[in-house]
């Protein structure tokens, strides 16, 4: 079996969730206020801040594992460890945040992921002290065995992001399916004021789910599905968050700027996808902007 087939088949395991459900219980208590969590989400940034920020423990020990193999350089290391050490705490919170927002099969293999790195932090760390006392044999065998570990574990994270799509934006996926012509919604009239409604687009062989909110003469069409992990925003609900008017999803209370489909609160980070409408006659006809056409 392949490593992808072994990561599936622990995504399966439902005997983890006793032990994951109270850490992720934990984590959220712990990641308050919300301003806080949006912070560590990149809700402000309009992309996950998580795998921009591991970008550095990974790339300082990956660094260090090139320089400890020149002798002259490795004192140079030993600074990029401490980096890398240093930098997986704001890592580890971005990853956590993430992680306590995500389906199960993507929480079981995140806890797999944190295991691991915490194993690989803790090898550093080692190396860090084992340095610092003059052995330098033993330190440059603990960080490499870090990294060794470090590697295995950002395959775990990819997997998550690409296989279990933990890290797209599930509203710019239906778009893709949805016709760039326009879309009759039927008349102004039939839509509710103030809350979210069904509508449908052509997409390929299946309906893509709208969602229409109407504000006086006013009507906001997004896809239906949240770009966090593809809750049903026609089911949601319209509140201030901010001072902005959103459009809120009903799975984890994701808010999207009704104007402009940006996120105002997490946990997601990615937009939600807005179409562009006018009316014909007194019915909302809506289609994709040309950026998606």
């Not at 989400?41 to 990956?62: C, F, K, R």
């Not at 909110?213 to 239906?224: E, L």
């Amino acid at each position: 079996m392949s490593l992808m087939g072994i990561l599936d088949r622990v995504a399966d395991v439902q005997t983890f969730d006793k032990v994951i459900e109270p850490a992720r219980r934990a984590v959220n208590a712990a990641l308050r206020p919300q301003a806080v969590k949006d912070l560590l989400h990149g809700t402000w940034l309009g992309h996950s801040l998580h795998p921009v920020v591991v970008q550095v423990p990974v790339g300082s020990w990956i660094s260090a594992g090139l320089l400890d193999a020149i002798p002259p350089l490795r004192p140079a290391a030993t600074v990029l460890i401490g980096t890398g050490v240093a930098a997986a705490v704001p890592a580890s919170l971005t990853g956590a945040a993430d992680w306590s927002e995500q389906d199960a099969g993507v929480r079981r293999l995140g806890a797999l992921h944190a295991v691991a790195n915490s194993a690989a932090l803790g090898l550093y760390v080692g190396s860090l002290v084992a340095r610092s006392k003059g052995r330098g044999t033993l330190g440059r065998v603990l960080s490499y065995a870090g990294l060794g570990i470090a590697s295995g574990s950002a395959a775990i994270g990819g997997h998550m992001s690409y296989a279990q799509s933990s890290g797209v934006s599930h509203s710019a996926t239906a778009a893709r399916a949805l016709t760039s012509d326009w879309i009759d919604l039927g008349p102004l009239d039939d839509l509710p004021e103030g809350r979210p409604a069904l509508r449908t687009g052509p997409g390929g062989s299946v309906a893509v789910p709208l969602a229409a909110v109407r504000r006086g003469t006013t009507v906001d069409v997004f896809i239906g599905a949240c770009s966090h992990l593809a809750g049903p925003l026609y089911e949601g609900r319209v509140e201030e968050v901010r001072g902005r008017d959103c459009l809120v999803c009903p799975w984890h209370s994701s808010a999207f700027d009704l104007d402009s489909g940006s996120p105002r609160r997490g946990p997601a980070a990615s937009p939600q996808e807005k179409l562009e409408v006018r009316m014909e006659a007194g019915r909302v006809m809506a289609r994709l902007p040309g950026r998606n056409r």
